[in-house]
Each structure stands twice: as C-alpha cells, then as structure tokens.
C-alpha cells in the first residue's frame, strides 16, 4: 500500500501564491510520474501536473502558472501556484503508482 501525504493548502486572496507538497511513502522511481490533479465542487477531477526525470507536462489550462517539481530523494512532489483565482479553488490530490492522497482544500478568496 502507498501513502501519499499531501499539504500546504489553504485560504488565499486572489493574485496570492500556494505552494503544495505531495510526501509517498515509498521510493517512487524516477521514470514514475507523480502528478496532481484538482476537482472543484460539482465539477469532475482534472489534471494539473505531472512531471518525471524526462520533463513535466501541464494541463494547457494551467501553463504559466502552476510549476511542478520534485525531490526525488524525499519522494516528494511540489505544486506552486501563481497568481490563483477564484475558480482555481479545489481539492487539490497528488497521484503516484496507481494512487491518490486524501487531497488537500485549496480556496481561493477576498
């Protein structure tokens, strides 16, 4: 069974910047993407990021505002995201070996 732990969501004003981190609980190869993914309410899960030791990839909705990268010693996988808006706000889960974290609550607000 992995685990991945995900944190670093949270309230922030629109234009703001979050930076999320997604822990596994097992070595997870480098050829393995880890990726994130979003849902908002009523809405179904989307992809984001996902990134490898090739190059990381990202939704054509988000490119240029959200950056991925990795610490493949830590098996942690990092979402930064810029200049959030309102409809950025969403459950926010890390995807790795067939799995899914319990997501972490992004809300994007004044």
């Known amino acids: 069974q992995v685990q991945l732990v995900e944190s670093g969501g949270g309230l922030v004003q629109p234009g703001g910047i979050l930076k999320l981190s997604c822990a596994a609980s097992?070595?997870?190869?480098?050829?393995?993407?880890m990726a994130w993914y979003r849902q908002a309410p009523e809405k179904e899960r989307e992809f984001v990021a996902a990134?490898?030791?090739?190059?990381?990839t990202y939704a054509t909705s988000m490119k240029g505002r959200v950056t991925i990268a990795r610490d493949y010693a830590k098996n942690t996988v990092y979402l930064q995201l810029n200049s959030l808006k309102p409809e950025d706000t969403a459950v926010y889960y890390c995807?790795?070996?067939?799995?899914w974290g319990q997501g972490t609550q992004v809300t994007v607000s004044s």
């Open positions: 995807f790795a070996l067939g799995f």
């Open positions: 097992v070595t997870v190869s480098g050829t393995e993407p």
């Open positions: 990134i490898t030791t090739t190059r990381p």
